[in-house]
């Protein structure tokens, strides 16, 4: 994060196979400094996996945005869309709906705005074998790079 956004003043807070639940139960560990111009959140992909309906993820997402609103009330939360995945295609029509959700929410939100790289990822609608890993789930450095440019343009906006 810091070679990636080196004029940035940056923490990484984030942790592997994190579902928003894990989030929530070390909230208090996790959101301990000082009040941000931005954190950047990316809710949602491992808890596909629960066997949850969109709608339960969407719910989640929006709880834990709060949950961080109230802690950080002058903060800009960004949330990133759910990425699409060679291994997780059989979600992809519920990835759809959450991003679009979540978008629609930050359209009505003052203090969350929706990054989405989603269609970024496809290739004639399926994700691009390009940007990932061979385990089909997480991406490669090019695929990072994709997202990178999407944080960066925005972090640029908001400079």
């Known amino acids: 994060l810091k070679y990636d956004f080196p004029q940035n003043n940056t923490l990484n807070l984030g942790f592997g196979g994190a579902f928003i639940s894990s989030l929530s139960k070390y909230f208090d560990r996790l959101f301990t400094f000082n009040e941000p111009k931005a954190i950047i959140l990316y809710l949602g992909g491992n808890d596909l996996s629960l066997g949850w309906n969109a709608n339960k993820i969407i719910e989640k997402i929006k709880l834990l945005i709060a949950k961080v609103h109230d802690r950080y009330p002058s903060s800009i939360i960004i949330n990133l869309s759910i990425k699409p995945s060679i291994e997780r295609v059989d979600h992809i029509e519920k990835i759809m709906t959450i991003n679009k959700a979540m ?48 944080i960066k343009d925005y972090i640029l906006k908001i400079s």
């Open 103 to 150: 978008s629609l929410f930050s359209e009505k939100t003052d203090f969350v705005r929706q990054i989405d790289f989603f269609n970024a990822l496809l290739k004639d609608g399926m994700p691009n074998r390009q940007y990932f890993l061979r385990d089909g789930l997480h991406l490669n450095a090019h695929g990072y790079n994709v997202i990178k440019k999407y």
